[in-house]
Each structure stands twice: as structure tokens, then as C-alpha cells.
């Protein structure tokens, strides 16, 4: 039922691009037949080849071709070798990142002897297809979600509480803070140059919540609806915006995508340049998040964004020992200014990072930046003032939940409140989310991607 439902939900967009699920579902789940039983190391490389190729290959042709095929010409046109570049312009099939991904690591994990291959063709099929995380995560892995899925269910009512609230935060993230902080980023990074860097700075902090709000949210509702069915996803974000450094950032944002980089990509190159000291772990961490930048788009914008990322994490390789050297701070009330500073400044480090993944061009990128440097100025002072006030009010709530999640340790906190406070809760959002709440269903940012 939940895979004619998950196929139903998908064809709903487009039903021709259920061919795509139909056959990476069928070559991933007779190539993990095919690694676990053959005792032939040829003929084991040979399928995980396979599986992996068919992957990339659908991964590449829809969502890399144009991008190739474009930068191919210009590249040629420096050589005087004028051609015109094949544009297919075929449209994205939603969730193509995820679910290939998410295909990937079951047979790269029956391949290393993590698990073992289910039997039931059905079963493997709805790992694939799953349609609360179908088309933007969180990316399951097998070894996590397939045996839930092979197990029988038990449903109870804390579950089902539990998933209604993240589907209603999630919600709320989504429909009152992301897509209204859409309306302060979108005109700032559309318009033209001249840029005044006090805009630019309200457009990264606006930029920064609404991608936050918009994928969490997703991975709320996700996540909720995964409960009331008696499956459990994995947290998807950690409150990322409390982080003091780059390792701790990719620890709490978009963990499945950073636990499938690492697991799958990361440590397989560091372990083959192991010989290389820490500059094999720099030199894994560079490939690692520039694919990681591809991976978000077919744009150099997202290619720079993921090497910022790498040389962040690259820094911090370099500079650990000599942090760990520092004296350590006993008296609390210091501590914790040291910690606000930190979280801060890293905060301000990843929003550079938003501005180069959110520009429409490197140009654009440019030119804020240098707005930001050398044309930081209050001239627009009326409308600098209404953005400051809306950026404040469309944030307040997240960031005074996101405090209580951070000293509790509990993202749900809210559902072990006093019943007056919780319901306090419950009636503010509900009445933000029907007085300024945005209709119209806006699409989600990494449907995308």
C-alpha cells in the first residue's frame, strides 16, 4: 500500500519520471543479490560498478548535461573553436539527488559487508520511493531504514503526538518564516548593481534563516508524517546556527548528506591517501565539498560554495593543535561569552558561504562582497529600518525555541511543557501562520536539487 501510494505521489508531479525509480529500484536490488552471493571479487566489482554507474548516469544526463554541454562550448570559444552547445533543457526530476544517493549506499553497503541484501523486491522498492522523504530527504540509508521497513510496525500514541507537532512546526517553518524572508532575499539578490552592503548583509541574514527554516521544515514534516506511520528518520538538522566551528556545522546541518559524504566518499579518499599525513584528510575534505557543491546544482556558484566550505574545514585541521594548546577558561560567566562570540563569528563565516551559494553568478557574488568591504552605508535609512524589523519578526520565535532546544538538549521540548505554556504555543503560531502565513504553496528550495 505504501508503495502504490509513494508511486501515486510521484506520478502526481510527472508519472513518466517514475521510470527513473522503477529502474534504479530494479538494477540496485539485483546488483545487491548479485555482490552478496557471488564469492568472485570480479564479479562483486563488477555489479557495484554497475549499480553505481546507473546511478550516475541518470544523475548526470538531467541533471549535469546543459552545465557540461555549455561550459564545453565557452571553453572551446577561448581556442576559437566556435560550436553550439547541445541544450536538452529536460526538467528536473524532483528528488533525482536523493533518491540515487540513497540507492547508492545499499549496495555500496552490502558491498563492504555492512549488511545483507533483502530478498523481498517490494520491500527494497519502497526504501526507494519512500514519499515522505522522496523528494528532498533526509537521505535514509539502507542499513537504518530498510529493516525497519522488513519488521512489523507498532503504532502508539506518543509517536503519533510527536509526528503531529514536527509536522506542525515544520510547517511553520516553512509557511510564516521561510517563505516570508523569501520576500526581503529574492528582491535584494534579483536586482542589479550598484549594491549598498547594509542591504546585501539584511539579504544574507534573510537568506540564511529562509534556507534553514525551508529545508528543516521539510525534514520536520518528513519526519512527522514518518512517525504516525511507525517509522523513524533520522535528524536531519542539529541547530547548526549554534555551531563554534566547520566540523561541528556539518555535524548538525543536513547530517544525512554530510554522514553519506563522509561514509561514502570522504573516508574512502583519506584512507587512500593515508600516507599523506594531514594533507591526505585536507586533500579528501577539498574533493569531498566541492562534489558536495555540485552535487547542490550545475553552477559555479555551488562549486565555490563547497570549496569555501572544504578550505574552512581545512583551516580547522591546521590550526586544531594549536587550539587545543590554549589554556582552558574555568570561570563560567567567561566561558559562555566566549562561547556567544564563537557562535557568532562562525555564524557570520557560513553566511559568506550563503551569499556565494545564493548569488546568480560569480559576478554577483563579486559584487556583493565588495559592497559589503567598501559601501557599507545606512543611506536607505526608512527601508533598512522596515527590513531590520521584518527580518526581527519573522525570526523571534525560531531563534527563542532554538535557544530552550539548545540549553534542554530537546528538540522536542515544547511536549513536555506545563499544558497552558504548550498551548500558548500551539494558539501564537497558529494565528501567525493564518494572518501572515504565505499561501499559494511555494515550492521547497531543494526540490532543486
Known amino acids: 500500500m505504501l508503495l502504490v501510494a509513494s508511486y501515486i505521489f510521484y506520478a502526481a508531479w510527472d508519472w513518466r519520471f517514475l521510470s527513473i525509480l522503477f529502474i534504479i529500484a530494479t538494477v540496485d536490488y539485483f546488483c545487491g543479490l548479485k555482490i552478496y552471493e557471488s564469492g568472485d571479487e570480479r564479479i562483486r566489482n563488477f555489479f557495484l560498478i554497475l549499480s553505481i554507474t546507473v546511478n550516475l548516469c541518470f544523475l548526470g544526463f538531467f541533471k549535469y548535461f546543459d552545465f557540461f554541454s555549455t561550459n564545453l562550448a565557452a571553453f572551446l570559444g577561448h581556442f576559437s573553436l566556435k560550436i553550439h552547445p547541445l541544450i536538452l533543457k529536460i526538467a528536473l526530476p524532483l528528488g533525482i539527488s536523493f533518491y540515487t544517493f540513497r540507492s547508492m549506499s545499499y549496495t555500496i553497503d552490502v558491498y563492504t559487508g555492512k549488511m545483507k541484501p533483502t530478498r523481498n523486491y517490494l520491500d527494497y522498492a519502497l526504501f526507494v520511493a519512500f514519499f515522505p522523504v522522496l523528494l528532498a530527504g533526509p537521505i535514509t540509508k539502507a542499513s537504518d531504514f530498510l529493516p525497519q521497513i522488513i519488521s512489523s510496525r507498532k503504532l502508539n500514541l506518543n509517536s503519533f503526538y510527536e509526528g503531529c507537532y514536527l509536522m506542525f512546526w515544520g510547517l511553520f517553518q516553512k509557511v510564516f518564516i521561510a517563505d516570508n524572508l523569501t520576500k526581503i532575499a529574492d528582491p535584494l539578490f534579483n536586482s ?3 549594491y549598498n552592503g547594509v542591504m546585501i548583509l539584511l539579504a544574507i541574514y534573510a537568506f540564511a534563516f529562509q534556507i534553514y527554516c525551508d529545508f528543516a521544515g521539510y525534514s520536520n514534516i518528513a519526519r512527522g508524517l514518518s512517525k504516525c506511520m511507525g517509522f523513524d528518520i533520522v535528524v536531519n538538522f542539529n541547530l547548526p ?12 546541518w543536513h547530517i544525512s548528506l554530510s554522514t553519506w559524504l563522509h561514509d561514502y566518499l570522504f573516508s574512502p579518499i583519506a584512507f587512500s591517501k593515508r600516507g599523506w599525513g594531514k594533507w591526505g584528510v585536507i586533500f579528501a575534505l577539498m574533493v569531498t565539498f566541492i562534489l558536495c557543491g555540485f552535487w547542490h546544482g550545475a553552477a559555479w556558484t555551488f562549486i565555490i560554495w563547497g570549496a569555501y566550505q572544504g578550505i574552512l574545514l581545512a583551516t580547522q585541521v591546521l590550526l586544531e593543535p594549536r587550539f587545543k594548546k590554549m589554556p582552558l577558561q574555568k570561570n563560567i560567566f567567561v566561558k559562555k561569552i566566549w562561547f556567544f562570540i564563537k557562535v557568532v563569528f562562525f555564524f557570520h563565516l557560513v553566511c559568506f558561504g550563503w551569499l556565494l551559494f545564493r548569488a546568480q553568478s560569480l559576478t554577483q557574488a563579486y559584487r556583493m562582497t565588495e559592497a559589503l568591504i567598501c559601501n557599507f552605508k545606512f543611506t536607505n535609512g526608512s527601508e533598512i529600518k522596515f527590513i531590520s524589523i ?21 528538540h522536542l521540548f515544547i511536549l513536555k511543557t506545563k499544558p497552558a505554556l504548550r498551548a500558548a504555543f500551539y494558539v501564537v503560531c497558529f494565528c501567525l501562520l493564518t494572518i501572515f502565513g504565505v499561501s499559494g504553496g511555494k515550492e521547497f528550495i531543494y526540490f532543486q536539487f
Open 241 to 252: 546556527y549554534f555551531s563554534t566551528n566547520p566540523k561541528e556545522f556539518w555535524r548538525r
Open 390 to 410: 521584518s527580518l526581527i519578526f519573522y525570526t523571534c520565535i525560531l531563534i527563542i525555541i532554538q535557544i530552550f532546544q539548545f540549553l534542554k538538549n530537546d
Open 192 to 194: 542589479p548593481p550598484p
